[in-house]
């Protein structure tokens, strides 16, 4: 099984304003660093590679598989999962084909174990034994990131702009445990 971005997020889950507010700046000197450093935080947490292995903001992925499940479940490695897009597979022709949205649905539990679920009475089509002959397009992602996600979010573009060097002499302070506390709640493992 493997990914690919197709769309990725297109607004960030915390605007420049909000972290201004938050790390209180006041003029427009260091808004492209604050920009870079909430487009970096979220990049840091988001996705199935990301802190919390969840899609934060609304995009699109590609999930490749070799087969169809002998289960009828398709387990989904991305979450949270707003809707199918389309599943395509490779026909024994080696011709790419559609398969039918009236023939699956998702399953209940989208925030963390989402999967696809093959309709009653209702079965795989043979496929070409190629690899990632099966690709499910998912479109995942919070509608509404969670507040505490933002809050993480904040804190932690607050740490970067305060401390801007990898090593630092003196008084060093980690980055604190809040933020962990705040995002662990949201972390997923994957299967």
Known sequence: MSMVLVTGPTIEPVTLQEVKDHIRVDTADDDALISALITAARE???????????????QTWDCYFDCFPSSGVIPLPIAPVQSITSIKYIDTDGVQQ????????????????????L???????SIRPVQDAVTVRVVAGYSTVPRPICQALLLLIGHWHEHREAVMSGDYKEVPSTVAALLTPYRRSWF
């Open 98 to 117: 559609t398969f039918s949205g009236a023939d699956y649905s998702l399953g209940a539990d989208l925030a963390w174990s989402p999967r696809v679920v």
């Open 119 to 125: 309709g009653w009475n209702k079965s795989w089509p």
């Open 44 to 58: 840091h947490i988001d996705g199935r590679e990301g802190w919390l292995g969840r899609a934060i903001n609304t």
